[in-house]
């Protein structure tokens, strides 16, 4: 079984820049959740789709950042305008479901991205 | 409000000795909770799990923990620590009430010496 794919896995960019980010889950997955992950810290959640629809994005900072999931598939998190804050490990994750005893969240690499 | 702990941000252990990470949650109901490993540059891999039932459970590279209820704790154990170890360490807890969003600890860096 394949896991879930992201890319690219690093990415460079100056401030005030645009950056997209782009996550393929597990087959069959209905969850999909994409983390910042600044170092030294754990996870946080960005935001979290059942399908296609939005479940939690309570902590994106919607002034910058956006993320879709039009077929309920893939999805890409962008960034516009880039921050230096913004430096950080961008993890996506998927699960089966968000409702029974699925809470078993699957990554994927990352993608690190540095803004300077 | 929900939330995890992990008191130790860093633990070194030689290779051969025997390892214990700490985890303490908060949390109101009976608890999901996860281990998970985070390698250098890599993603974060599911080591072990509860839900309920026996509180000792098995994971994945030889890792256990067990759930202690009284202790509010899921200490996460391996016998004899490999160089392969050394990575970092998140426990996370389910929160049923929110969409079954992971509350994380903030991780404990393992480091092993030859």
């Known amino acids: 079984e394949a896991g879930v794919a992201q890319s690219p896995r690093y990415k460079i960019i100056e401030k005030r820049q645009s950056v997209a980010f782009w996550c393929n889950p597990i087959s069959g997955h209905a969850t999909l959740y994409w983390y910042q992950q600044i170092l030294g810290q754990g996870p946080k959640l960005l935001i979290q789709f059942q399908n296609n629809g939005v479940v939690d994005d309570s902590q994106l900072p919607k002034d910058r950042f956006s993320a879709e999931r039009l077929k309920g598939v893939d999805s890409t998190l962008k960034i516009q305008p880039a921050k230096l804050e913004d430096s950080a490990v961008y993890l996506c994750?998927?699960?089966?479901?968000?409702?029974?005893?699925?809470?078993?969240?699957?990554f994927g690499p990352g993608t690190r991205l540095t803004v300077t | 409000a929900q939330s995890v702990t992990q008191p130790d941000i860093h633990i070194t252990v030689s290779e051969g000795a025997s390892l214990e990470l700490r985890c303490n949650y908060s949390y109101g109901a009976t608890p999901y909770l996860f281990w998970y490993v985070q390698s250098p540059g890599q993603g974060l891999q599911l080591l072990l799990k509860y839900f309920s039932g026996d509180t000792l459970v098995q994971g994945i590279k030889g890792f256990e923990a067990e759930f202690k209820r009284s202790q509010s704790s899921f200490n996460l154990r391996k016998p004899s620590v490999h160089w392969s170890d050394a990575a970092e360490y998140f426990c996370a807890v389910g929160d049923a009430g929110n969409n079954r969003k992971l509350i994380w600890g903030l991780g404990t860096s393992l480091a092993v010496n030859p």
């Open positions: 994750a998927s699960s089966l479901a968000a409702s029974g005893y699925s809470y078993e969240q699957y």
